[in-house]
């Protein structure tokens, strides 16, 4: 308490976004354990764990940070809930090796199971997410998913006014408030309604598609029009915040400027942010010994073979049946290359209640299946594919190890895989492959070897391109590709976008006093 109170003034951040970095899973009436979350966000937003520090946000230390969120479980009685907040505030973890501090910092919201089915699985995943990567509606349903349109978006405004009222509950004034992704547009608008003098910002991790998708979506006004209520709106990408605009001028007939979009006198800035990662971490993991005995297993295993890598969410914006059907041509025209090359596919299972990720997740293993059936032998089999997700060592040395990373997602918002992939090749110099359509493209572009995922004929003759790369033109290319990793941080990806909001606020009160 004394130390507390010693402390230097600092303003506080509440971070909102959907998931906690931490999922919780019940043991018993009371009893929890807790699992840190998989997804670029959290990767992006989390520190690296320190015991000895009280931080967990990277890049935000002069702030006093709380995370609020959904902790991906079902609570529907009033003692879970205690005592999962209880087990948060107390940090009780069972996992050896977790010792974020983040779980003092972290504040639950509970939805119940009928919101989470109708906002989370339906609202967010069944439309907006295919929607804002050009997936469009699911195929097979598009008339049902058309009629449950109006009762998930209901529930998706029910479920942000949900966290509207826990962050309103916490709020202290001067806190700084920061919205993240697609499952929170309608945040900005109900914080607005609680306290118009609420500093509010708001990040898309996604694309924003082009101002003609946009528009197919029947609240596409509503969304646009709450997202405008933030002082500050951010993208990864310029291309992002240009469509955006072109949506607000196209559909609501606003004026957009510039600086951002402007509604009878008030301006919401919009810019881009494009995020980072940690570097540092990555680069300083692989002197670890567990990384060192890592890395000598794998190349023993893989001894006399050249490794290409998949590490994705088992998402469909992935490309991983194109990746995986790319990978088959090759190995058809280059029979030379079959007993020489293996590809490593982790492919952690994710929104599994979702019936679109359901489908994925045998389709590519029955692509997989007849792939090592065809080309398999009694001691090898071409693909290795795993449902799983790796701890941070493991992954170190996978992405070490590899000599071709292949990132085909069909849409991706930035990807930080690839970001991840070309911080622990400063040895090896590996090549990446990397989807045109993933935001990284724009960043690593020049280094990488850019494919359009969906042309199986040119991703299977870059992959031939990458394993024949002569070793000056691999080093210049990582060359210029690492030099950007390790100078566009997680870190000042979010000081950036804080302190700009901080910025934003301040001078729309002058501009409101002249
Ligand atoms: P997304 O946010 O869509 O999941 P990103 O590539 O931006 O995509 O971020 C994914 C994050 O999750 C990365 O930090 C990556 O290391 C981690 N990740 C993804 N798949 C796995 C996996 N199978 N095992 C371990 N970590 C994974
Ligand atoms: C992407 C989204 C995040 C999300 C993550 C994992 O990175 O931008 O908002 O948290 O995927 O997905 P999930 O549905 O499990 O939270």
New binding site residues.
Partial sequence: EESEDRRPFRQRLLVVANRLPVSAVRRGEDSWSLEIS???????LLEEPNPYSDDFFKGVKEFEARWIGWAGVNVPDEVGQKALTRALAEKLLNSANDVYRVLQKCIPVFLDEEIVHQYYNGYCNNILWPLFHYLGLPQEDRLATTRSFQSQFAAYKKANQMFADVVNKHYEEGDVVWCHDYHLMFLPKCLKEYNSEMKVGWFL?TPFPSSEIHRTLPSRSELLRSVLAADLVGFHTYDYARHFVSACTRILGLEGTREGVEDQGRLTRVAAFPIG?DSHRFISALEALPVQDHIRELAERFKGRKVMLG???L?M??GIPQKILAFEKFLEENPNWRDKVVLLQ???P?RTDVPEYQKLTSQVHEIVGRINGRFGTLSAVPIHH?D?????HA?CALYAITDVAL?TSLR???????Y?FVACQDAKKGVLILSEFAGAAQSLGAGAILVNPWNITEVAASIAQALNMPADEREKRHKHNFKHVISHTAQEWAETFVSELNDTVVEAQLRTRQ
């Avoid at 799983?388 to 941070?392: E, G, Q, T």
């Avoid at 991706?412 to 690839?418: P, Y």
């Fill in positions: 998989a997804g670029g966000l959290v990767t992006a991790h990662i590490v994705d969410r998402d914006i992935k982790i492919a952690v994710t795993l799983r997700s790796l701890d941070f992954l990132v991706d918002g930035m990807n930080l895989v690839s991840e």
